[in-house]
């Protein structure tokens, strides 16, 4: 056995009532790409009130923390669009709106059109390149029999500008719903607490206009 298989490898840990916890986590980084501290074991705040975002300061205490799924959800659905060599899937229940789709290939992801993909639109690397970017895991694709939806990267969490905790490389949840994430490699955390898709986000920090002024 070498080091790092060894090494213990992160987790996030919480249920309906609680903030994230955090173990062995190594990279931590705020919207700017900038190293955040790192303890062992860490809570991170998931109600958008803490006063010391993106850690937890005991604040939702309170208020307590409602983690339940509202009924009113965009519903976790994948939908597929077929082009001539892709087909892209879509599950509009976990999409962040963090809108590098519709910002780096428009003639593809379609701001507001009633059919929103267009995978003929593009070459197949540059709809790869982009959906590899989609930090949610709402995109995905499949090229001839093979489903694409994970990456190879390494375990971390970035905290987006005035939106969710991105996490990447596989980490695991554990919470008391069972939650699975879209893409096991990739998924966002709401840390507003106005999804209605908990823990997921589904974009309401949007609407909401959740401020975080330090991350
Ligand atoms: S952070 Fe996106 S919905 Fe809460």
Redesign the pocket.
């Known amino acids: 056995m070498n080091d790092n298989d060894k090494k213990k490898k992160p987790a996030i840990v919480f249920t309906r009532y609680t903030p994230y916890m955090v173990s062995d986590l190594e990279n931590f980084y705020n919207s700017k790409g900038e190293k955040l501290p790192i303890k062992p074991v860490m809570s991170l705040c998931?109600c958008?009130l803490s006063k010391n975002k993106p850690f937890c300061d005991g604040t939702h205490t309170a208020k307590g923390i409602d983690g339940e799924k509202q009924p009113d959800r965009t519903k976790d659905r994948v939908v597929n669009y077929k082009g001539k060599d892709i087909i892209i899937h879509d599950n509009r229940g976990v999409c962040?709106?963090d809108h590098s789709c519709v910002n780096l290939l428009p003639a593809v992801f379609r701001r507001h059109a009633k059919r929103w993909v267009l995978p003929d639109e593009a070459s197949v690397g540059e709809i790869i390149g982009v959906i590899e970017k989609c930090p949610s895991g709402a995109l995905s694709y499949t090229i001839g029999n093979r489903k694409c939806t994970e990456l190879d990267r390494p375990p971390a969490i970035k905290v987006?500008k005035n939106?969710?905790?991105e996490i990447t490389g596989g980490i695991t949840i554990r919470d008391d719903m069972e939650s699975k994430p879209e893409s096991v490699e990739h998924y966002?955390?709401?840390?507003?607490?106005?999804?209605?898709?908990?823990p997921?986000?589904?974009?309401?920090?949007?609407k909401?206009k959740?401020v975080d002024d330090v991350n």
Not at 188 to 198: A, E, M
């Open positions: 998931r958008g962040s709106l987006a939106g969710p905790l966002t955390l709401c840390r507003c607490g106005n999804s209605k898709n908990k997921f986000c589904d974009g309401a920090h949007e909401t959740f």
